[in-house]
């Protein structure tokens, strides 16, 4: 058991400590699954109960977006679902922070609720489930007529209202020394470095890792484990969707801590409970591969790299699953396409020749190319992710080409 009375010194807590690094805070991780929650929730605890009030009780609920029963009752309903070793994780956190479990349940699963599409009946279903009966409110967007009512959000395990806009995976010949390089770039407008939380992981089982989330938050869309696994993932909205589930950031985060391969980590998203629709790519650094799946509730699609590169935006392009997404808009109109056209255009610009660091400048010519470029020039903001998997090490990529990128090798932390 933890001494509850435990002092922090010099922001440690036993084998744990949160540290800032060239703008980054990085939280180090260590023990069952309750005691790095606790300690997790004892670190941070100012900001998981910022992001608490912020975004859950100011933001969805005091402005009218979501019911506070109805986000409950959704948040208790995932909850079952999520394997327990995870919400023992969060029950640490809760203690940790000094908040309710319902709090850090609510702050892991809302993002699934209020940031997809859903259909109309499984809405009504939850409704109804409620006891006493009322009439919730679901933001302006809600119209019993339509599929369903979307709000925007984001995933739990990024930034809220910040969802990834494009993935990308190169090795082999497509690199300047054939080890794999895993990146993803962030949509407009970019997150601020000091939101974004880097969390190195040594747990009593399984892998040690290091993923990138937010104070308060157990699960992650993009992150590299010990066995030189890597994952990305970005949202991909589909008609074949469920409320009844487990997050997508969490069933990554199994893959993170479980998977020391690629069939591994395919058989974790394919057994998985899942929610909603989404495009993942998973590397091997060790041989080194990646394939792309794609899924939504019912259905999967796996793709291996053809040219030693794999891209995805925010649509599918396995052909029955993009049957799933018609109803919802034209993909031929989407702006998705448009992104996958550009991110296409840069790999080819760059085959044969990318490091870690060109693909970094990849990166941040997108990002500044766009309009968010002008926002982000004024504060320290991350335009997106690199992973050089061989090297055990995960940078952020930021705005200015003048400032050092965060940068932490795993190898060096566990």
Same mark, same amino acid.
């Given at each position: ?15 744990? $400590?949160?540290?800032?690094?060239? &703008? ?32 859950? $009780? ?20 995932? @909850? ?15 203690? &940790? ?41 679901? &933001? ?75 104070? @308060? ?59 909603? @629709? ?58 998705? $396409? ?45 335009? &997106?992710?690199?992973?050089?998997? @061989? ?24």
């Amino acid at each position: 058991m933890i001494d509850r009375d435990v002092a922090i010194a010099r922001n440690r807590v036993g084998d744990a $400590w949160v540290e800032q690094r060239d &703008g980054l805070r990085i939280l180090h991780l260590r023990g069952t699954p309750y005691e790095m929650g606790y300690q997790h929730g004892v670190l941070l605890r100012e900001e998981v109960r910022a992001r608490i009030r912020d975004y859950v $009780w100011d933001g969805l609920i005091g402005e009218g977006r979501v019911s506070h029963l109805l986000l409950l009752r959704h948040a208790r309903e995932v @909850g079952s679902r999520i394997p327990s070793e995870y919400r023992e994780e969060m029950a640490g956190l809760a203690d &940790g922070a000094m908040v309710s479990y319902s709090e850090v349940l609510l702050l892991n699963t809302y993002g699934d609720l209020i940031a997809q599409p859903w259909p109309d009946n499984q809405v009504q279903d939850l409704i109804l489930s409620l006891s006493p009966p009322f009439v919730p409110h679901l &933001g302006p967007g809600y119209d019993p007529e339509r599929i369903s009512p979307v709000a925007q959000g984001g995933s739990s395990g990024v930034v809220p209202g910040r969802p990834p806009r494009g993935i990308f995976a190169l090795f082999g010949s497509a690199t300047r020394d054939r080890t794999l390089l895993h990146g993803l770039d962030f949509a407009s407008p970019p997150p601020p470095l000091e939101e974004l939380l880097l969390v190195v992981y040594r747990p009593e089982a399984g892998n040690g890792f290091v993923g990138l989330g937010l104070p @308060g938050t157990v699960g992650f869309q993009i992150g590299l484990n010990e066995e030189q696994i890597s994952v990305t993932a970005l949202p991909s909205p589909s008609q074949d969707a469920s409320l009844e589930g487990t997050p997508l950031s969490l069933v990554l985060r199994e893959v993170l801590q479980y998977a020391g391969d690629i069939p591994t980590a395919v058989r974790i998203l394919a057994s998985a409970d899942r929610t909603t @629709g989404h495009n993942v790519l998973v590397g091997d650094g060790k041989r080194p591969l990646a394939e792309a799946v794609e899924f939504s509730t019912h259905l999967y699609a796996v793709f291996e790299a053809e040219n030693d590169f794999l891209v995805r935006s925010n649509h599918y392009l396995d052909a029955t699953l993009a049957e799933t997404q018609r109803s919802l808009s034209d993909p031929e109109e989407d702006s998705s $396409w448009e992104h996958l056209e550009v991110l296409l255009k840069a790999v080819d610009s760059g085959y044969g020749r990318f490091d870690a660091s060109r693909l970094e400048r990849l990166i941040r010519d997108i990002g500044v190319a766009g309009e968010e470029g002008q926002a982000a020039e004024e504060e320290r903001v991350v335009l &997106g992710v690199v992973l050089a998997v @061989g090297d055990l090490e995960i940078r952020l990529v930021t705005a200015s080409a003048g400032d050092p990128p965060p940068v932490l090798k795993l190898d060096e932390e566990l």
